[in-house]
């Protein structure tokens, strides 16, 4: 069972200010792309307080209309949130409890105590700006994109309802770039190419895929997989959640993104 770290912060995290109609804070996975220096002297990029690249992991945030989560760079997040006419206050914030590299968990711990400072934000287009209330900005997050990230599939809806995939089944999906997409449907490989529209949503073209037999219940598992992810037309990420919908809105996919170790190891 995972262990959960209650945050002790003094009062509460809240965000103030104005948006713009071009983006919508919530029902949207936010990745911080900018982030203030312990010193407050500018912004940089959260990679350049890593050293070692290649233990960097993102650090992201999604709203919804009563909470928020996300993942700090090694533990994820999370916190009750009232959103009130662009004002966010939130509640009840708390974390996991996993050790990473010194300096992620040096980044991890400068975001927490940042976070503290907000005061009002602000959306643009594609981008959100938090600052704290002499105006000065500690934090730029851009919408994240499915571009260059992996995910691994949880459930899938079996015609009556959202069912986990059993033991030993793994499917999973990667997009690239240029639009390209592949993966596993727990049996063969697939390979293709995807097309993102406002409003979050989402085709792909006709899969070209590998001719490999397996266990039998697997294989309707794969073509089940298949047919779902031909029907998506909609997208929603979620902190470490990418979610697909068909045409009448229902739930028939869901994926848990692939940890940074495990990317790694293909």
Known sequence: MKRFLLLSVAGLFAFSGCSSDDADITDASWKLTEIITEDSSNLISPEEMVKDTDMYSPITVSFTETQATGTAGVNNFFSLVKIDENKLTFSNIG???????PDMMKLEQHFFTTLIQSDHFRIKKDKLTIKDK???VLFVFALNKLENTEWTLLSLNDGTAMVSVPEGFTADISFGKDNSVAGSNGVNRYFGS????????ISFSQMGTTMMAGP???????????????EAVEYS????????????????????AKEQSESNEK
């Open 95 to 101: 974390a996991t409890r996993k050790a990473a590299s």
């Open 216 to 230: 039998e219940e697997f294989m309707v598992l794969a073509d089940r997989f298949n047919s779902l992810l031909a």
């Open 134 to 136: 002499n105006d000065r």
């Open 237 to 256: 990420l979620s902190g470490n959640t990418l979610s697909f919908r068909n045409a009448e809105k229902a739930l028939v996919m869901t994926f848990t």
């Open 194 to 201: 995807y097309n993102i529209g406002e409003k979050n949503t």
